[in-house]
């Protein structure tokens, strides 16, 4: 089998939820993840930190998108940092959504978060 595998997910899922839910988490690239959460209709941070607390609630190790082995970040703030992906069915926005992180060290990246896009979609 190859990484990450079931329960590496959990862990970072598990790892995700601990970190958003006490509001330790940062944005990779503030530019774009602030588009993203504008579209979303979120404008204070404590919109965006509930808002990503109920998706990271929400996402479960099958719901993994990304690569094995994962995707290494280009981003500057996470550079090289393992890309985390997730697409799910959400209950709470009504859609499907994305949700795409990193950690470096201790530190959660948000990298995207957004409606999921059909492979039409992307860019």
């Given at each position: 089998m190859q990484r990450p595998g079931h329960s590496e997910l959990r862990g970072k899922i598990l790892k995700a939820r601990a970190k958003v839910g006490s509001a330790d988490w940062l944005m990779a690239s503030p530019e774009k993840q602030v588009a993203e959460f504008r579209d979303l209709d979120l404008w204070t941070s404590a919109e965006m930190t509930q808002a990503l607390e109920i998706a990271a609630?929400?996402?479960?190790?099958?719901?993994?998108?990304?690569?094995?082995?994962?995707?290494?970040?280009?981003?500057?703030?996470?550079?090289?940092?393992?890309?985390?992906?997730?697409a799910?069915?959400?209950?709470?926005?009504?859609?499907?959504?994305y949700l795409k992180f990193c950690f470096v060290k201790e530190t959660l990246f948000l990298v995207s978060f957004h409606p999921a896009r059909t492979p039409k979609e992307e860019p």
């Open positions: 609630n929400e996402i479960e190790p099958e719901h993994y998108v990304g690569t094995r082995p994962p995707m290494r970040s280009y981003e500057r703030a996470c550079q090289d940092a393992e890309l985390f992906a997730f799910w069915d959400s209950a709470h926005f009504g859609r499907r959504m």
